[in-house]
């Protein structure tokens, strides 16, 4: 088994590179190498599930080949439960995507060469324990988004992937600084690109003399890596790239974006931020978790004021990723595994979430709940719609917390683990549950009910690929809400490993 | 009877294996499947009725109970143990609740098999009803608030899709969303009171917080400035009172009836809606231990009376039960906050039955004639005698006549609070309590009966002609207006009359006055008395309040548990003798003297004004305040025209356009701006000063700076800031470390 991350990290790129070659005529051709590829991915990550030993905290399926040595720099992979869970949602998410573009015309081939180098740099992400393989991973990733966004996007692609380029690229240069200090401080050693051997706070003591002051190394270079992950997660004040390059991005990349893009933050946080710099990250928890709580409000209040649906679910995503934060945040068993289980289950419900908005938009082409005239853009979907209707409500109530669908278990989790830390700030995040109703119902409330209006009366429902592909989707939100063990029991040593670690500090 | 999981879970699986199947193959099913949902409740009314039987006539100890648990998730890693149990909790009281849930539940869907025919949505209204029915006894059967709050809101789930079940209607999405979010007030609440109960006492099964309450864990722990008791109990309560429709939370309730009669008869009505009490007096010790069984009082005191102040001013049949509903609501709050324990919970069983009745006879009505408003109606007694039966017995009940089982139920809760509010040497001002109670309850009577007179009464008001059609009910809905005589059907009568059966009193007190009458079955017919009572906690009432961050110091002894003591003096066993029992008896004597009072003259006065009308209505006298009456005394507008439009809805805006006009467009997008100046100073220190000195290497600055100078000037923005910070960055960090 020791080479099946290589085999899920280079497959993608195998099938880009089987597209690439695959003439540009032959577009389902294209197509369907696309989704072989994806399906023997996600089936990988299902044998990796299925071989992954729960019982340890340590990495497992380590690849470790030296790369460029005058440096120590390694290619070198491996997962623990916390990626496991990632690996398996990216899987996922990009097999379902692959199928939702299948209705994609304009220049397929690149399309989805595209597509495919983006997952395999998502699993780079996940799976490098090198920090400078993690950097090129991280850094490469942006490429296909740039293009995928500013190519295929909305009207205003050109401006949102720039603006999206720019501002991770903006974050990622201070974690480069990071990255580089970590690098000076260890002494230039083996070990000294190795994520895995910086852990466990071994940096409490260092110092740094910036502009006559001594400032300790923790702190400084935890703030830096804070702001590559912050921009990414997205945390208020860094968010406002999310809803510009989601609301322009086309369905399957909104729908990798929020799904797994946006996890690549938090994931830093915990892979990364907080336990090379535990001491850092417990002094700074405060901070972290009021951050948490303002993107949980804000974003849920700027959510419910949208009259676009994808900006909607947009700002949605802000504030469902405050509570991956406050749980961070909160440092206890139960808010770190709520945190992880969050990024998970956001990941699963508001992919739903971009899906459905996308199959809608390829009936109307546009997004409006009201149009910018004041008339309804929307109306009896419902009635028109019985089949999508059904998906609907189980991907929005997944999304608003519904008990029994997968959101609720990870949100609870949040909220006992941030209570024992900050009941205040708990009482606060209260009003993001009941807002994050609102803002949803209230949506469906516009779009479904009411009469038919004649525009709405000329859309189809779903067509049988597109229930075939929100399937796996419902089913993981039913099933990982009614029993979250599969995935609890997975990621909680992991976690465990390092609560026990902050809890030292 | 030994329990297992497999004689207590079908209880709750059979309704959700026919959710299941109707969901997925409703549509092919004979009937839609409405026959497999009426089976699978009347599967789980079996299973309920042994649990009852087995408790009831079986063991007949009040401190019985079953509790059972398994691990759902576990996050134990290390030294660090944590871990989710669920389990089943069953004392009487919860056996009592299944058989009512489970029956109800049966018979409404028996009822709605002939209520939905031929209605469109007829297959989903199917695939709701046993899954909310499902989760209501899951809700009962549960050990602890978490799986408490799960089916909770899964019933939340279930009456926001039956409101909104008619999606056509705007109104209907209004009042569905309505519905959800004023009980999700309630709902983020509870689930803040139950996390500060978890982390402080590490559990939320009844079973250890009542243990937690005795051990006196609750001491001393404070949440900002509060007790811990106090603010977990209030967040609890403040749950109850959203589902329950207290006041100010119960603004829901009556748009609730946009939904199918008969599933308002049992969400709206009957069971959901009195999960909000049910908690409470789960919940009862941790109420008294953060002393806010004054408050419970209070606010069930003013929903009962305001819900029956607007009640008496509805033309709409179903407006005037779904504001008696609040009120009977308001009742049982009464019941917990004055500490009339079973009482409250009596209530809750009665007001089941007959209210379930009343809809279900109003559902009769309205499917009969096609007509909801009461004006329009008039003499229906002639063509509906079934119903008109069986919501007249219910209307007996609701209005407290001697020998109905409203009486019973409400005649001790308004006994204890006249206790409660004269006599226990209580806060003057909560005199409030009994004084608003026993108007209400006058009112309810009239109310009542205005709408059985106004409805089966006088003259028929509908101009049209009535005549027997000899095809049953329900086939030719297309001929609108034409009333047809009621035939005594299974499907529509048969629910009405056996609910209607269970309005007697005698069910429920062997003493139909409630003290007087002898006990003709024996001790065992004061069963309800008997089986129901507080949890025991053992050193609950001698705990030195003090303790509990109050200044207060009094004994707990004077809080108002001491008022149910001695309802069964010799049952419990923690209370000791009570001093006040002479007093609480003589309560209880003039409460009954004055409540038999209040509703015959409620019935009287009714009758002198639509039936011999020789009394005019008083509305027209009162124009100002029939107006305040018919718009709910206006909270509907606060809340949606001001609250929520104007304050919510206007900060949202507030701050979308904050984000992206001022925020993103400034502070994120400004930059360029600063990079424009900082570009050009660069620009002119390259070439005035680094060209004028010209020293080695300047080409490659040049070259450098060009390239930022077309990033910039091509619109690529902010690239020359990124440069910049990466040369600062790189420059602190070479010179320091």
């Known amino acids: 088994m020791n080479g099946i991350l290589n085999w899920i990290l280079w497959l993608p790129v195998i099938g880009m590179v089987a597209v690439i070659l695959t003439p540009k005529a032959k577009e389902n051709a294209i197509r369907l190498v696309t989704l072989a590829t994806t399906t023997v991915t996600l089936a990988l990550s299902v044998i990796l599930y299925m071989n992954f030993d729960t019982t340890t905290a340590d990495m497992q399926f380590v690849v470790k080949i030296p790369w460029i040595e005058q440096f120590h720099i390694n290619y070198f992979l491996g997962i623990d439960g916390i990626t496991m869970l990632m690996t398996f949602l990216n899987a996922l998410l990009f097999f379902i995507c692959t199928l939702s573009s299948w209705t994609v015309e304009k220049n397929v081939k690149a399309y989805f060469a595209l597509l495919l180098m983006l997952q395999s740099t998502v699993f780079g992400v996940f799976f490098a324990l090198d920090f400078f393989l993690f950097y090129v991973y991280w850094e490469v990733m942006l490429l296909p988004m740039f293009f995928l966004i500013g190519i295929w996007g909305g009207e205003n692609r050109e401006y949102a992937a720039i603006k999206f380029f720019l501002y991770t690229f903006f974050g990622s240069i201070f974690m480069l600084v990071g990255i580089i200090a970590l690098y000076y401080a260890t002494g230039k050693g083996v070990d000294s690109f190795n994520i895995v051997a910086h852990q466990g706070g071994k940096f409490t003591e260092l110092t740094v003399d910036l502009f006559g002051k001594t400032l300790s190394f923790e702190t400084l270079f935890f703030w830096f890596m804070f702001l590559g992950f912050a921009i990414k997660v997205p945390v208020f004040p860094f968010h406002t790239w999310l809803p510009h390059a989601h609301v322009q991005a086309p369905t399957a990349v909104s729908v990798i974006l929020a799904g797994v893009l946006l996890k690549m933050g938090t994931y830093g946080f915990l892979r990364i931020a907080f336990p090379i710099f535990p001491q850092a990250a417990v002094e700074s928890s405060t901070i972290i978790a009021v951050l948490g709580l303002i993107s949980v409000i804000y974003g849920a209040f700027c959510a419910m004021a949208q009259d676009d649906v994808k900006k909607l679910v947009a700002y949605s995503s802000v504030s469902h990723m405050g509570f991956v934060m406050l749980g961070l945040a909160a440092m206890t068993t139960q808010g770190m595994n709520g945190a992880v289980l969050q990024m998970f289950n956001h990941g699963t419900s508001t992919a739903m979430m971009f899906l459905l908005i996308g199959i809608l938009y390829e009936r109307s082409h546009h997004r409006w709940i ?136 | 009877m030994e329990y297992t999981v497999g004689n207590i879970a079908p209880i709750f699986l059979a309704p959700v294996l026919a959710f299941v199947i109707n969901a997925f193959l409703g549509r092919k099913l004979p009937r839609q499947g409405d026959w497999l949902a009426t089976l699978s409740i009347f599967v789980s009314f079996i299973f309920s009725a042994r649990i009852f039987s087995d408790f009831v006539f079986g063991k007949f100890a009040s401190d019985n109970f079953i509790h059972k648990t398994f691990t759902w998730f576990d996050l134990s890693y290390g030294a660090n143990i944590w871990k989710v149990d669920m389990g089943v909790y069953i004392d009487n009281m919860a056996a009592i609740m299944l058989l009512m849930v489970s029956g109800v539940a049966f018979l409404i869907h028996l009822f709605s098999t002939w209520y939905m025919d031929h209605d469109e949505k007829h297959g989903r209204f199917f695939i709701f009803l046993p899954l909310f029915t499902s989760a209501m006894l899951a809700l009962v059967l549960s050990d602890n608030l978490l799986s408490l709050f799960i089916f909770w809101e899964i019933m939340g789930f279930c009456s926001y899709s039956l409101i909104g079940i008619y999606n056509k209607k705007e109104k209907a999405g209004d009042a569905s969303l309505k519905a959800f979010m004023t009980t999700r007030v309630g709902d983020v609440f509870l689930l803040l009171g139950m996390v500060a109960i978890w982390m402080v006492i590490g559990s939320v099964s009844y079973v250890d917080i009542y243990a937690a309450i005795a051990q006196g864990k609750f001491d001393g722990q404070a949440v900002m400035g509060i007790s811990l008791a106090t603010f977990a109990g209030l967040c609890i309560f403040l749950g109850g009172m959203g589902k329950s429709a207290q006041f100010p939370l119960h603004v829901w309730l009556p748009d609730a009836m946009m939904g199918p009669t008969p599933g308002s008869a049992l969400i709206h009505a009957a069971t959901m809606v009195a999960a909000g009490v049910y908690l409470s007096l789960r919940m009862y010790p941790l109420m008294v231990l953060g002393d806010l069984t004054w408050f419970i009082a209070v606010i069930g005191a003013i929903t009962a009376f305001m819900a029956a102040t607007i009640a008496l001013v509805q033309t709409d049949i179903k407006a005037v039960l779904a504001f008696s509903t609040i009120s009977q609501l308001g009742y049982m709050m009464i019941g917990v906050g004055v500490g009339s324990y079973n009482a409250a919970f009596m209530h809750l069983i009665t007001h089941a039955i007959f209210k379930a009745c009343l809809f279900l006879s109003a559902g009769s009505v309205i499917h009969s004639i096609h007509e909801q408003e009461m004006p329009k109606m008039g003499g229906l007694r002639k063509y509906l005698p079934y119903t008109h039966f069986a919501m007249m017995c219910c209307t007996l009940a609701i209005a407290g006549i001697p020998f109905f089982s409203g009486f019973v139920s409400k005649d001790r809760i308004l006994g204890d609070a006249l206790y409660f509010g004269f006599m226990a040497g209580q806060n003057p001002l909560l005199a409030i309590v009994p004084i608003l109670g026993f108007a209400g309850a006058g009112l309810t009577a009239f109310y009542m009966f205005r709408m059985m007179f106004l409805t089966f009464y006088g003259e028929n008001r509908m101009h049209h002609h009535a005549h027997d059609h000899g095809h049953g009910h329900g086939h030719e809905d297309d001929h609108g207006h034409e009333i047809h005589l009621e035939h005594l059907s299974v499907r529509q009568n048969i629910p009405l009359l056996i609910l209607a059966v ?39 009432i001698n705990h030195p309040r003090e303790l509990l961050g109050s200044t207060d110091s009094r004994p707990a002894t004077d809080l108002p548990v001491a008022v149910y003591d001695h309802h069964s003096d010799t049952q419990t066993g923690y209370a000791g003798p009570n001093p006040d029992t002479h007093k609480i008896h003589k309560a209880h004597t003039i409460g009954a003297i004055l409540s038999i009072i209040i509703a015959f003259s409620g019935v009287f006065l009714a009758f002198l004004m639509y039936i011999k009308k020789s009394v005019k209505p008083l509305s027209p006298s009162f124009p100002g305040f029939t107006e305040v009456l018919k718009n709910r005394y206006y909270f509907d507008n606060l809340y949606v025209d001001i609250v929520i439009k104007k304050g919510l809805l206007g900060l949202n805006r507030f701050l979308a356009w904050f984000d992206m006009g001022v925020y993103d467009r400034y502070a994120v997008d400004g930059w360029e701006k600063v990079n424009r100046v900082l570009f050009t100073a660069s620009k002119w220190f390259d070439n005035v000063v680094v060209d004028a000195i010209g020293v080695d290497g300047t080409g490659v600055a040049v070259n450098l700076f060009n390239l930022v100078l077309r990033i910039v000037q091509s619109g690529k923005i902010q690239f020359y800031f990124i440069v910049l910070i990466t040369v600062l960055a790189s420059y602190i960090w070479t010179v320091n470390i």
């Open chain 1, 370 to 505: 009201v149009k910018p005239d004041g008339s309804k853009g929307y109306g009896g979907l419902a009635t028109k719609l019985p089949k999508y209707t059904t998906v609907f409500i189980i991907g929005m109530f997944a999304s608003l917390g519904l008990p029994g669908l997968s959101g609720f278990i990870s949100e609870a989790l949040i909220f006992l683990g941030i209570y024992q830390r900050f009941t205040t700030i708990t009482v606060i995040a209260v009003v993001g549950l009941l807002i994050g109703a609102a803002y949803l119902l209230w949506m469906f409330k516009r779009m479904f009910f009411g009469e038919v209006n004649p525009e709405t009366e000329e859309y189809d429902d779903m067509n049988a690929r597109e229930v075939f592909y929100m399937i796996p989707l419902c089913v993981c939100v039913i099933v990982f809400g009614v029993f979250p063990s599969p995935l609890l029991n997975v990621m909680k040593a992991s976690v465990g490993q390092l609560v026990d670690l902050l809890s030292k500090f």
């Open chain 2, 502 to 540: 269970f309005t007697l009193g005698f069910w429920f007190a062997g003493t139909l006055t409630g003290q007087t009458f002898g006990k003709v079955f024996g001790a065992k017919t004061e069963w309800f008395k008997i089986l129901v009572e507080a949890p025991k906690v053992e050193k609950f």
